[in-house]
Protein backbone atom coordinates (compact mmCIF):
# COMPACT_ATOMS: atom_id res chain seq x y z
CA UNK A 1 0.00 0.00 0.00
CA UNK A 2 1.21 3.56 -0.61
CA UNK A 3 1.53 5.81 1.53
CA UNK A 4 -0.82 8.99 0.45
CA UNK A 5 -0.71 12.57 1.34
CA UNK A 6 -2.95 15.24 2.20
CA UNK A 7 -3.65 18.86 -0.16
CA UNK A 8 -2.35 20.53 3.36
CA UNK A 9 1.12 18.14 3.07
CA UNK A 10 0.31 15.88 6.11
CA UNK A 11 0.60 12.12 5.13
CA UNK A 12 -2.61 10.05 4.78
CA UNK A 13 -3.12 5.87 5.21
CA UNK A 14 -5.97 4.16 2.77
CA UNK A 15 -8.49 4.24 5.81
CA UNK A 16 -8.11 7.39 6.77
CA UNK A 17 -11.22 9.67 6.95
CA UNK A 18 -10.20 12.64 8.43
CA UNK A 19 -6.62 14.75 7.71
CA UNK A 20 -5.52 15.48 11.87
CA UNK A 21 -3.34 18.53 10.14
CA UNK A 22 -6.10 20.35 8.02
CA UNK A 23 -9.09 18.60 9.91
CA UNK A 24 -10.57 18.34 6.15
CA UNK A 25 -13.11 14.65 5.92
CA UNK A 26 -10.54 12.67 3.44
CA UNK A 27 -11.81 9.66 1.42
CA UNK A 28 -9.99 7.47 -1.57
CA UNK A 29 -10.81 8.06 -4.91
CA UNK A 30 -10.70 4.35 -7.14
CA UNK A 31 -10.41 6.46 -10.74
CA UNK A 32 -7.87 8.32 -9.63
CA UNK A 33 -6.34 5.59 -6.51
CA UNK A 34 -5.41 8.07 -4.43
CA UNK A 35 -6.58 9.71 -1.53
CA UNK A 36 -8.41 13.06 -2.01
CA UNK A 37 -9.52 16.06 0.51
CA UNK A 38 -12.96 17.07 0.63
CA UNK A 39 -13.02 20.59 0.53
CA UNK A 40 -15.83 22.92 -1.09
CA UNK A 41 -13.82 22.66 -4.78
CA UNK A 42 -13.58 18.60 -4.91
CA UNK A 43 -16.03 17.85 -7.05
CA UNK A 44 -16.22 14.16 -4.88
CA UNK A 45 -18.45 12.95 -2.29
CA UNK A 46 -18.51 10.22 0.07
CA UNK A 47 -20.13 6.84 -1.01
CA UNK A 48 -23.17 6.09 0.51
CA UNK A 49 -21.94 3.96 3.09
CA UNK A 50 -19.90 6.26 4.05
CA UNK A 51 -21.67 9.45 4.68
CA UNK A 52 -23.41 10.99 7.75
CA UNK A 53 -23.23 8.54 10.75
CA UNK A 54 -22.23 5.65 8.93
CA UNK A 55 -18.85 5.47 8.50
CA UNK A 56 -18.84 1.84 6.74
CA UNK A 57 -16.73 3.43 3.81
CA UNK A 58 -14.10 6.05 2.82
CA UNK A 59 -14.45 5.84 -0.95
CA UNK A 60 -15.42 8.45 -2.79
CA UNK A 61 -17.95 8.75 -6.49
CA UNK A 62 -18.34 12.08 -8.30
CA UNK A 63 -20.72 14.19 -7.25
CA UNK A 64 -22.32 15.22 -10.43
CA UNK A 65 -22.54 10.95 -11.21
CA UNK A 66 -25.73 9.03 -10.97
CA UNK A 67 -23.70 6.49 -8.39
CA UNK A 68 -24.29 7.10 -4.93
CA UNK A 69 -22.45 3.80 -4.09
CA UNK A 70 -18.72 3.66 -4.76
CA UNK A 71 -17.22 0.82 -6.76
CA UNK A 72 -16.26 -1.28 -3.74
CA UNK A 73 -19.47 -1.15 -2.20
CA UNK A 74 -21.39 -1.82 -5.35
CA UNK A 75 -20.10 -5.03 -5.49
CA UNK A 76 -21.68 -6.16 -2.70
CA UNK A 77 -24.95 -8.20 -3.73
CA UNK A 78 -25.99 -9.14 -0.32
CA UNK A 79 -24.89 -7.80 2.86
CA UNK A 80 -26.20 -8.91 6.19
CA UNK A 81 -29.24 -6.99 8.55
CA UNK A 82 -27.09 -3.76 10.11
CA UNK A 83 -29.88 -3.86 12.80
CA UNK A 84 -27.82 -5.16 15.54
CA UNK A 85 -24.76 -3.42 16.22
CA UNK A 86 -22.68 -6.06 16.34
CA UNK A 87 -23.41 -7.61 12.83
CA UNK A 88 -22.82 -4.03 11.48
CA UNK A 89 -19.20 -3.74 13.28
CA UNK A 90 -18.12 -7.18 11.67
CA UNK A 91 -19.69 -6.41 8.25
CA UNK A 92 -17.38 -3.05 7.99
CA UNK A 93 -14.53 -5.10 9.07
CA UNK A 94 -15.53 -7.49 5.82
CA UNK A 95 -15.64 -4.13 3.10
CA UNK A 96 -12.20 -2.58 5.02
CA UNK A 97 -10.96 -6.22 4.09
CA UNK A 98 -12.59 -5.94 0.69
CA UNK A 99 -11.55 -2.38 -0.38
CA UNK A 100 -7.86 -3.45 0.22
CA UNK A 101 -8.33 -6.14 -1.50
CA UNK A 102 -9.64 -4.54 -4.52
CA UNK A 103 -7.26 -1.83 -4.10
CA UNK A 104 -4.60 -4.39 -5.31
CA UNK A 105 -6.79 -5.05 -8.83
CA UNK A 106 -6.81 -0.88 -9.25
CA UNK A 107 -3.03 -0.34 -8.50
CA UNK A 108 -2.27 -3.19 -10.69
CA UNK A 109 -4.52 -2.21 -13.62
CA UNK A 110 -6.35 -5.45 -13.86
CA UNK A 111 -10.24 -4.35 -14.44
CA UNK A 112 -12.34 -5.85 -12.00
CA UNK A 113 -15.17 -7.28 -14.61
CA UNK A 114 -14.78 -9.08 -17.77
CA UNK A 115 -13.84 -7.15 -20.71
CA UNK A 116 -16.71 -7.14 -23.58
CA UNK A 117 -14.62 -9.45 -25.65
CA UNK A 118 -17.48 -10.70 -27.96
CA UNK A 119 -16.16 -14.28 -28.26
CA UNK A 120 -15.65 -14.43 -24.48
CA UNK A 121 -17.46 -17.81 -22.80
CA UNK A 122 -20.02 -17.66 -20.42
CA UNK A 123 -19.04 -19.17 -17.16
CA UNK A 124 -20.61 -22.10 -15.57
CA UNK A 125 -22.21 -22.20 -12.31
CA UNK A 126 -22.47 -25.37 -10.17
CA UNK A 127 -25.64 -26.32 -11.82
CA UNK A 128 -24.22 -26.46 -15.58
CA UNK A 129 -25.76 -22.94 -16.24
CA UNK A 130 -23.78 -20.79 -18.57
CA UNK A 131 -23.82 -17.57 -16.67
CA UNK A 132 -22.02 -14.18 -17.47
CA UNK A 133 -18.71 -13.64 -15.56
CA UNK A 134 -19.39 -10.45 -13.04
CA UNK A 135 -18.29 -9.80 -10.15
CA UNK A 136 -20.33 -9.53 -6.99
CA UNK A 137 -20.05 -10.32 -3.38
CA UNK A 138 -22.37 -12.04 -0.80
CA UNK A 139 -21.44 -11.00 2.53
CA UNK A 140 -24.14 -13.59 4.77
CA UNK A 141 -24.44 -14.21 8.53
CA UNK A 142 -24.56 -18.15 9.29
CA UNK A 143 -27.90 -19.18 10.32
CA UNK A 144 -28.33 -22.44 12.76
CA UNK A 145 -29.63 -23.98 9.57
CA UNK A 146 -27.96 -22.05 6.74
CA UNK A 147 -24.68 -22.44 7.40
CA UNK A 148 -22.04 -20.14 4.61
CA UNK A 149 -19.81 -21.63 2.94
CA UNK A 150 -17.02 -18.98 1.53
CA UNK A 151 -16.09 -19.87 -1.79
CA UNK A 152 -16.19 -18.45 -5.28
CA UNK A 153 -18.84 -19.53 -8.00
CA UNK A 154 -19.12 -18.26 -11.53
CA UNK A 155 -18.06 -14.61 -10.44
CA UNK A 156 -19.86 -14.16 -7.15
CA UNK A 157 -17.91 -14.77 -4.05
CA UNK A 158 -19.15 -15.48 -0.51
CA UNK A 159 -17.76 -14.95 2.58
CA UNK A 160 -18.82 -15.74 6.09
CA UNK A 161 -19.54 -12.93 8.27
CA UNK A 162 -18.47 -14.46 11.33
CA UNK A 163 -14.75 -15.13 9.86
CA UNK A 164 -15.17 -10.93 10.68
CA UNK A 165 -15.28 -11.68 14.37
CA UNK A 166 -11.47 -12.22 15.64
CA UNK A 167 -12.18 -14.67 18.32
CA UNK A 168 -14.03 -17.28 15.72
CA UNK A 169 -11.55 -16.77 13.04
CA UNK A 170 -8.54 -17.31 15.50
CA UNK A 171 -10.81 -20.74 16.62
CA UNK A 172 -11.29 -21.51 13.05
CA UNK A 173 -7.30 -20.83 12.33
CA UNK A 174 -6.45 -23.04 15.16
CA UNK A 175 -8.96 -25.95 14.46
CA UNK A 176 -7.82 -26.20 10.99
CA UNK A 177 -4.28 -25.74 11.91
CA UNK A 178 -3.63 -22.89 9.65
CA UNK A 179 -0.23 -20.62 10.41
CA UNK A 180 -2.40 -17.39 8.84
CA UNK A 181 -5.80 -16.74 8.21
CA UNK A 182 -7.12 -13.21 7.77
CA UNK A 183 -10.03 -11.04 6.37
CA UNK A 184 -7.67 -9.78 3.83
CA UNK A 185 -6.43 -13.26 2.86
CA UNK A 186 -9.77 -14.73 2.21
CA UNK A 187 -10.24 -11.79 -0.21
CA UNK A 188 -7.31 -12.27 -2.04
CA UNK A 189 -8.15 -15.85 -2.04
CA UNK A 190 -11.39 -15.64 -3.04
CA UNK A 191 -10.91 -13.17 -6.14
CA UNK A 192 -7.94 -15.32 -7.35
CA UNK A 193 -10.34 -17.67 -8.13
CA UNK A 194 -12.41 -15.51 -10.06
CA UNK A 195 -9.32 -14.21 -12.14
CA UNK A 196 -8.73 -17.71 -12.82
CA UNK A 197 -12.43 -18.03 -14.49
CA UNK A 198 -11.91 -15.13 -15.90
CA UNK A 199 -8.19 -15.15 -17.79
CA UNK A 200 -8.29 -19.09 -18.28
CA UNK A 201 -11.75 -20.35 -19.18
CA UNK A 202 -13.51 -17.64 -20.00
CA UNK A 203 -10.75 -15.68 -22.11
CA UNK A 204 -10.77 -16.96 -25.46
CA UNK A 205 -6.86 -16.39 -25.47
CA UNK A 206 -6.97 -18.62 -22.19
CA UNK A 207 -5.99 -21.57 -24.04
CA UNK A 208 -2.40 -20.21 -24.52
CA UNK A 209 -1.85 -20.39 -20.93
CA UNK A 210 -3.95 -23.25 -20.10
CA UNK A 211 -0.77 -25.51 -20.59
CA UNK A 212 1.48 -23.64 -18.76
CA UNK A 213 -1.13 -23.53 -16.01
CA UNK A 214 -1.14 -27.37 -15.74
CA UNK A 215 2.44 -28.32 -15.92
CA UNK A 216 2.81 -25.98 -12.96
CA UNK A 217 -0.14 -26.45 -10.91
CA UNK A 218 -1.67 -29.53 -12.27
CA UNK A 219 -4.86 -30.61 -14.14
CA UNK A 220 -7.47 -28.32 -12.66
CA UNK A 221 -10.27 -30.72 -14.65
CA UNK A 222 -9.54 -33.05 -11.93
CA UNK A 223 -12.69 -33.34 -9.78
CA UNK A 224 -12.83 -31.11 -7.04
CA UNK A 225 -15.10 -32.96 -4.93
CA UNK A 226 -12.90 -35.85 -4.83
CA UNK A 227 -10.27 -34.15 -4.24
CA UNK A 228 -11.93 -31.62 -1.10
CA UNK A 229 -13.11 -34.96 0.13
CA UNK A 230 -9.64 -36.91 0.20
CA UNK A 231 -7.92 -33.42 1.74
CA UNK A 232 -9.95 -33.13 4.66
CA UNK A 233 -10.12 -36.96 4.91
CA UNK A 234 -5.98 -37.18 4.69
CA UNK A 235 -4.51 -33.78 5.20
CA UNK A 236 -2.34 -32.46 3.18
CA UNK A 237 0.43 -34.55 0.88
CA UNK A 238 3.76 -35.31 2.90
CA UNK A 239 6.48 -32.67 1.47
CA UNK A 240 4.09 -30.49 0.11
CA UNK A 241 6.00 -27.69 2.04
CA UNK A 242 8.96 -28.58 -0.88
CA UNK A 243 6.18 -27.25 -3.46
CA UNK A 244 3.44 -25.44 -2.50
CA UNK A 245 3.15 -22.24 -0.78
CA UNK A 246 0.40 -23.61 1.94
CA UNK A 247 -1.13 -26.85 2.98
CA UNK A 248 -4.33 -25.59 1.19
CA UNK A 249 -2.37 -26.02 -1.95
CA UNK A 250 -2.36 -29.22 -2.26
CA UNK A 251 -6.24 -29.76 -2.03
CA UNK A 252 -6.74 -28.98 -6.34
CA UNK A 253 -5.14 -27.34 -8.93
CA UNK A 254 -7.63 -24.29 -8.39
CA UNK A 255 -7.12 -23.79 -4.80
CA UNK A 256 -3.13 -23.80 -5.02
CA UNK A 257 -3.54 -20.76 -7.76
CA UNK A 258 -5.64 -19.41 -5.24
CA UNK A 259 -3.23 -19.57 -2.49
CA UNK A 260 -0.45 -18.45 -4.64
CA UNK A 261 -2.25 -15.73 -5.90
CA UNK A 262 -3.01 -14.66 -2.43
CA UNK A 263 0.26 -14.81 -1.62
CA UNK A 264 1.26 -12.81 -4.81
CA UNK A 265 -0.91 -9.80 -3.20
CA UNK A 266 0.65 -10.15 0.14
CA UNK A 267 4.24 -9.80 -1.40
CA UNK A 268 3.19 -6.78 -3.39
CA UNK A 269 1.08 -4.66 -1.05
CA UNK A 270 3.74 -5.21 1.69
CA UNK A 271 6.74 -4.43 -1.03
CA UNK A 272 4.46 -1.34 -1.88
CA UNK A 273 4.05 -0.17 2.01
CA UNK A 274 7.70 -0.73 3.16
CA UNK A 275 9.34 1.01 -0.01
CA UNK A 276 6.71 3.93 0.75
CA UNK A 277 7.28 4.17 4.63
CA UNK A 278 10.32 1.69 5.43
CA UNK A 279 13.10 3.15 3.41
CA UNK A 280 11.78 6.34 4.15
CA UNK A 281 11.34 7.44 7.92
CA UNK A 282 8.35 8.89 8.33
CA UNK A 283 8.19 12.72 10.06
CA UNK A 284 7.44 11.69 13.49
CA UNK A 285 7.51 14.14 16.35
CA UNK A 286 10.23 16.83 15.84
CA UNK A 287 13.30 16.43 17.95
CA UNK A 288 12.62 20.09 19.66
CA UNK A 289 9.09 18.78 20.30
CA UNK A 290 10.11 15.95 22.27
CA UNK A 291 12.84 18.12 24.66
CA UNK A 292 9.85 20.49 25.08
CA UNK A 293 7.73 18.03 26.69
CA UNK A 294 9.95 16.18 29.06
CA UNK A 295 11.47 18.70 31.52
CA UNK A 296 13.49 17.24 34.05
CA UNK A 297 11.06 15.33 36.14
CA UNK A 298 11.18 16.11 40.12
CA UNK A 299 13.35 14.65 41.89
CA UNK A 300 16.06 14.04 39.32
CA UNK A 301 18.92 16.29 39.50
CA UNK A 302 20.05 15.42 35.86
CA UNK A 303 18.40 13.46 32.84
CA UNK A 304 19.29 11.60 30.38
CA UNK A 305 17.02 13.99 27.64
CA UNK A 306 19.09 13.34 24.26
CA UNK A 307 19.59 9.30 24.39
CA UNK A 308 14.92 9.72 25.46
CA UNK A 309 14.88 11.99 22.35
CA UNK A 310 16.92 9.46 20.12
CA UNK A 311 14.79 6.42 21.18
CA UNK A 312 11.36 7.79 21.08
CA UNK A 313 12.03 9.64 17.60
CA UNK A 314 13.43 7.08 16.24
CA UNK A 315 10.44 4.91 17.29
CA UNK A 316 7.49 7.28 16.32
CA UNK A 317 9.28 7.12 13.16
CA UNK A 318 9.15 3.29 12.20
CA UNK A 319 5.60 2.72 13.80
CA UNK A 320 3.78 3.93 11.06
CA UNK A 321 5.92 1.51 8.71
CA UNK A 322 5.56 -0.95 11.03
CA UNK A 323 1.57 -0.84 10.77
CA UNK A 324 1.70 -0.32 7.48
CA UNK A 325 3.29 -3.70 6.71
CA UNK A 326 1.40 -5.13 9.10
CA UNK A 327 -1.94 -3.94 7.20
CA UNK A 328 -0.28 -5.08 4.19
CA UNK A 329 -0.32 -8.42 5.26
CA UNK A 330 -4.32 -8.30 6.90
CA UNK A 331 -3.00 -8.35 10.21
CA UNK A 332 -4.56 -5.82 12.57
CA UNK A 333 -2.11 -2.72 13.29
CA UNK A 334 1.09 -3.83 15.41
CA UNK A 335 1.55 -0.80 17.44
CA UNK A 336 -2.12 0.79 17.90
CA UNK A 337 -1.59 3.55 20.15
CA UNK A 338 -1.14 7.41 20.10
CA UNK A 339 1.34 8.90 22.24
CA UNK A 340 0.27 11.98 23.29
CA UNK A 341 2.57 14.56 25.45
CA UNK A 342 1.08 13.40 28.69
CA UNK A 343 2.05 9.80 27.81
CA UNK A 344 5.60 10.68 26.90
CA UNK A 345 6.06 12.38 29.72
CA UNK A 346 5.39 9.44 31.54
CA UNK A 347 7.52 7.35 29.19
CA UNK A 348 10.57 9.88 30.20
CA UNK A 349 9.95 9.12 33.51
CA UNK A 350 10.21 5.77 33.20
CA UNK A 351 13.27 6.03 31.18
CA UNK A 352 14.79 7.70 34.51
CA UNK A 353 13.80 5.90 36.51
CA UNK A 354 15.75 2.83 34.65
CA UNK A 355 19.11 5.14 34.47
CA UNK A 356 18.99 5.59 38.15
CA UNK A 357 18.19 2.05 38.97
CA UNK A 358 20.61 1.24 36.27
CA UNK A 359 23.34 3.75 38.04
CA UNK A 360 22.38 2.64 41.70
CA UNK A 361 23.12 -1.09 40.44
CA UNK A 362 26.39 -0.45 39.26
CA UNK A 363 27.35 1.71 42.59
CA UNK A 364 26.87 -1.35 44.39
CA UNK A 365 28.70 -4.17 42.46
CA UNK A 366 27.93 -6.65 45.38
CA UNK A 367 24.46 -6.27 45.26
CA UNK A 368 23.76 -6.65 41.59
CA UNK A 369 26.32 -9.56 41.36
CA UNK A 370 24.27 -11.69 44.07
CA UNK A 371 21.49 -10.45 42.69
CA UNK A 372 21.88 -11.76 39.27
CA UNK A 373 22.44 -15.30 40.82
ZN1 LIG B 1 -4.87 17.90 5.32
ZN1 LIG C 1 -18.38 2.52 -0.65
ZN1 LIG D 1 -10.44 -21.42 -2.76
Known amino acids: MKTFSCSCGNPLYFENTLCLKCQHEVGFDPAAIDMCCLDETTPLKHCANGAGNLLAC ?8 TETYCVSCRLSQLIPNLSSANTAQLWMKMEGAKRRALFSMLSLGIPLQPLHDPNAKGAVNEHGQAVPLALSYRIL ?12 DAGTITLNLEEADDAIRERNRMNLNEPYRTLLGHFRHEIGHYYWSMWFENDPKGEEVLGAFRELFGDESADYGAAMNAYYSNGAQVGWQERCISAYSTMHPWEEWAET ?5 HMIDALESFESLGLRKSAAMPKETIEKIVP ?12 FTHKLQTWLEITPAINELSSSLGHNMSYPFVVSAPVVRKLFFIHCMVKRQVNEAKNQPSTAATQAR
Open 296 to 307: LPKPFQSAPVAE
Open 141 to 152: QPLPNAPVITGH
Open 261 to 265: WAHYL
Open 58 to 65: NWLVPKDG
